[in-house]
């Protein structure tokens, strides 16, 4: 009882912390990482129900991109929240520690370490940022940064530092071929795996699409 209303108690302070964020990193997004981590730790099965809980929640809190590249400013935040709440200290350095790992930070950069909570965050949070929903948050957040929609003169870069991969300035477009389309194949649970597939299909088919139209052949 005590977890349900600790978890009851975060999901409402990060609404309102997250409700008219507009970069495609707002509540609803949290929500729907929320609910599809559940549906994953129910199908993987041995996952701490209270840490993926709370894991997705503040997955976004003070998140790097929007701190001047910090790693750190969300494992602090997150531990901030939680230790307001009386959340058991191991409990929160869980937590902390999977904040701090779980975001995509250049293709050619290998991703921490997981536990299973933590893998299975990830997952949902990956698959948030693919198929449709991934495509109008792509262009949410490149609009935030001010980025153009597309050039050709301005080739995808595969970056092979964290550093290089903060600082970069190219196209939404590219960012599918940069991040979005690395993601299928990174992916850490069955569950995962299999409903990336799909929405993995949809992003090759929308770039194909964009493409045609944007030399003028439809």
């Known amino acids: 009882m005590m977890k349900r209303k600790t978890i009851q108690k975060v999901a409402a302070d990060i609404r ?23 549906k994953i730790a129910a199908a993987e099965k041995g996952a701490d129900n209270f840490i993926v809980e709370l894991g997705a929640l503040l997955h976004d809190i003070a998140d790097w991109k929007f701190h001047k590249g910090d790693l750190s400013a969300g494992p602090r935040a997150a531990r901030k929240i939680l230790s307001s709440l009386d959340v058991e200290r191991t409990a929160v350095n869980r937590v902390c520690d999977i904040v701090e790992r779980i975001s995509f930070k250049g293709e050619r950069v290998k991703d ?60 939404t477009i590219n960012h599918f071929y940069e991040k979005l389309l ?34 003028g052949r439809k």
């Open 16 to 38: 309102r912390r997250f409700e008219r964020e507009s970069t495609g990193h707002d509540w609803h997004h949290i929500e729907r990482v929320w609910k599809m981590a559940k």
């Open 112 to 171: 921490k370490p997981l536990t299973l909570e933590g893998k299975i965050i990830q997952d949902a949070d990956r698959l948030d940022a693919i198929g449709a929903l991934g495509v109008a948050r792509a262009f949410a957040y490149g609009g935030s940064l001010g980025r153009q929609l597309y050039d050709p003169a301005i080739k995808p870069v595969l970056h092979l530092t964290f550093h290089h991969y903060r600082k970069n300035q190219g196209t």
């Open 182 to 215: 690395l993601l299928k194949d990174r992916m850490n649970t069955k569950s995962g795996k299999r409903l990336a597939a799909a929405r993995h299909k949809f992003l090759k088919l929308y770039l194909k699409e964009f493409l045609t139209e944007w030399v």
